[in-house]
């Protein structure tokens, strides 16, 4: 099966929509965020984290680009450049840390030591 016959109408044209958008805009950090979430919701998980890359090469300080970047690496298994991201996202201010603890694309992430490590370094809980 096709992505095309897995969404429905609606959602596969809110996709396309954003994915000519985003080739009429492609440095605009606004449509390259919500596609990368659109990619995400839709389960194409790939999409979404070079999208999400792309945005924090432009953006490095960008705190939420970051912790964006620490979600799509963990639903990839990648722990390890997971948690990497989220640490930059604390640095440079990211402070929701009750939705970093309950945000279910963390959740891959959350279950290992790597994640543990973070929360002691930064004291959040």
């Not at 958008?21 to 440095?27: D, E, M, R, T």
């Not at 948690?83 to 929701?96: C, F, I």
């Not at 939705?99 to 004291?123: A, K």
Request: proline fraction near 3%; charged fraction near 30%; include cysteine.
């Amino acid at each position: 099966m096709s992505d095309g016959d897995s969404l429905s109408k609606d959602s596969l044209f809110e996709l396309e929509f954003m994915e000519s958008l985003y080739q009429k805009l492609p440095k605009d950090k606004k449509v390259m965020t919500l596609l990368a979430e659109l990619y995400t919701a839709y389960g194409k998980i790939d999409e979404g984290l070079s999208l999400d890359k792309k945005i924090v090469r432009m953006n490095p300080n960008d705190a939420v680009a970051n912790y964006n970047l620490a979600c799509s690496y963990s639903l990839k298994f990648h722990f390890k450049e997971s948690v990497a991201a989220l640490r930059n996202a604390v640095l440079l201010g990211y402070k929701d840390f009750k939705w970093m603890l309950d945000d279910p694309d963390l959740e891959p992430v959350r279950n290992s030591s790597f994640f543990n490590e973070l929360i002691e370094e930064f004291g959040i809980a």
